[in-house]
């Protein structure tokens, strides 16, 4: 089905454990975007990439990497998850960085 | 840095009547504004873009409004129902030389009593 999905949608996992998101979508959009959405902060960006091979990091990107091998994948991982990274990460694409912004269903990450 | 403020935090209307919701932004150099919707536990779906030239924007019963000048944008809902209760959110694309970046806002939380 066409759009932008991530897996999984729930997942938990216990502190210094590494955890990878993924992050798929069908419109061969250049940008791709993770997000974190946190209660009293609101969602915040923590990488995007504008093209395969080409990722750069936005406002909150320590314990996190991200590589783009192929233009409609973006997985996000937490090398060595901690109690802090449980949130709910959202991955979005846009055709260019002033485009619209379509967003996935979003993973909810719980760190024990 | 680019703020964005949503206020109020919370809304509740009873059915019908129609919905304000207002946005504003610190910086003025912005690309564009996106209105979004967030039902609870769902991710965001986008309702309209607004882009920095125009004044207005409109999709059935939503239009949105853009003011630069003055760091404003207003979602106007119109004769709300209750399947209009949802967050909505704004945000902003500033230009920045590290590459442009979308700035949301805290949400409004929207409650459209029967």
């Known amino acids: 089905d066409a759009g932008i999905t991530q897996s999984p949608r729930y997942k938990i996992t216990e502190t210094g454990r590494q955890v990878t998101l993924m992050c798929h979508q069908t419109?061969?959009?250049?940008?791709m975007f993770w997000y974190r959405q946190d209660l009293g902060h609101g969602l915040r960006l923590i990488y995007y990439?504008?093209?395969?091979?080409?990722?750069d990091k936005g406002e909150v990107p320590d314990g996190y990497v991200v590589s783009r091998s192929k233009t409609e994948n973006f997985p996000l991982t937490l090398e060595s998850a901690t109690r802090s990274q449980t949130s709910v990460y959202f991955c979005?694409?846009?055709?260019?960085?002033?485009?619209?912004?379509?967003f996935g269903p979003g993973t909810r990450l719980t760190v024990t | 840095k680019q703020e964005v403020t949503q206020i109020p935090a919370a809304l509740s209307v009873p059915e019908g009547e129609n919905l304000v919701l207002n946005c504003s932004f610190t910086?003025?150099?912005?690309?564009?504004l996106q209105w979004f919707r967030q039902d609870p536990g769902k991710g965001l779906t986008s309702l309209l873009l607004?882009?920095?030239?125009?004044r207005e924007q409109t999709s059935g019963r939503l239009n949105a409004s853009l003011d630069k000048s003055s760091g404003r944008s207003t979602l106007y809902i119109a004769a709300s129902q209750p399947g209009d209760s949802a967050t909505y959110l704004c945000?902003?694309?500033?230009?920045?030389?590290?590459?442009?970046?979308?700035?949301f806002g805290g949400g409004t939380r929207v409650l459209v009593k029967p």
């Open positions: 979005a694409s846009s055709l260019w960085d002033r485009n619209e912004q379509y």
């Open positions: 419109w061969s959009h250049s940008y």
């Open positions: 990439s504008a093209a395969a091979d080409i990722t």
């Open positions: 910086d003025s150099a912005i690309y564009n």
């Open positions: 607004i882009q920095s030239s125009q």
């Open positions: 945000a902003v694309i500033r230009r920045s030389a590290a590459g442009n970046k979308l700035t």
